[in-house]
């Protein structure tokens, strides 16, 4: 069958097998992928509120709750107050948490390094920089970003 021009069989195909390595290499981690994911993101800056996380991912919040406490048990993250709202709860990782995710990271760096072996290196390289300019330009267009939204979902999760 021919899928010349199935943009999204072909995202589903390089999606699936993303998810099956990416599993098979950091399935030690509570929540496989999405664990990963989690923590990496918090490597990555100031300590995001579990509602920012969870629209910057795309996770339900309620299945979030579930994943950190996971993570948390595994002495990965701690939830902390906020320094200028007590309400209100940072997530950030642990010394372990660190060490982990630096850890993580080369293991899937090495399933991502051999994704695409139709293609050159300088063309995997050019492919996946592509990818991330069309999701950047996708993620922080998209309505769930709205200012007001996330003052809500913060403080109720201050309430919660």
Sequence with gaps: MAHDSELGWALGVVFRAWQRETEEAVGDLPHGPRGFQILSTLATGDPPTQASIAMHLGIDRTVLTYVLDDL??????????????????????????????????????????????????????????????????????????????????????AAG
């Design 72 to 157: 948390a048990a595994a002495g990965l993250v701690e939830r902390t107050a906020d320094a200028r709202d007590r309400r209100v709860r940072r997530l950030v990782l642990t010394a372990s948490g660190r060490s982990r995710v630096e850890e993580l990271r080369a293991r899937v760096a090495a399933v991502e390094a051999g994704m695409f072996p139709g293609l050159s290196a300088e063309e995997s390289a050019s492919l996946r920089s592509l990818v991330e300019r069309a999701a950047a330009g996708m993620h922080t267009g998209d309505g769930d970003h709205d200012a007001c939204r996330v003052v809500q979902d913060i403080l109720a999760d």
